[in-house]
């Protein structure tokens, strides 16, 4: 008798998994969805994926806080980039909307100066950019350079 084959099965991709080369989503106002992951390779893919003008918002953010703090830890959560220590927590996260992109320090109130834009949390201050506006690189150096060095937020 002759020894039969095993057939396998093609494999199917789950039902609305997008091919690896897919374009991300984006959700409500322009948030480009990411799937959850450590390293730089997702955030680089959350910033390639920001639409129009923002992307290169989030290559000058990215290129700012790699150079003002070179250990620094990245992470892609909650469809936002992060940045932070090892063992410290995060201390930065940056998240796209219609107009503007919003930069979270989430201990913005022991910066110096402290950022103009409030949160909800007692905690954390916010600097929304939008489009055209000057980044003031010599105040985002500082400020990104304070808040590394704070106890930074678990998430």
Wanted: charged share 25%; hydrophobic share 35%.
């Amino acid at each position: 008798m002759a020894e039969k084959t095993p057939v396998t099965s093609p494999k199917v991709a789950k039902k609305g998994a997008k091919p690896s080369n897919a374009v991300p989503t984006l959700l409500a106002g322009g948030n480009p969805q990411i799937a959850k992951g450590d390293g730089d390779a997702p955030v680089q893919a959350y910033i390639a994926a920001m639409p129009g003008w923002k992307s290169d918002i989030g290559r000058r953010l990215d290129a700012l806080i790699v150079r003002t703090v070179p250990e620094v830890r990245k992470a892609v959560k909650w469809n936002s980039p992060l940045y932070g220590m090892e063992g410290e927590g995060w201390f930065l996260g940056i998240h796209c909307f219609t107009k503007y992109v919003k930069v979270a320090f989430f201990r913005g109130t022991s910066l110096n100066p402290i950022p103009s834009g409030e949160s909800k949390s007692k905690d954390t201050r916010y600097l929304n950019i939008y489009e055209g506006d000057p980044l003031d690189e010599a105040q985002l150096t500082a400020w990104i350079k304070q808040a590394s060095q704070l106890p930074g937020e678990r998430m």
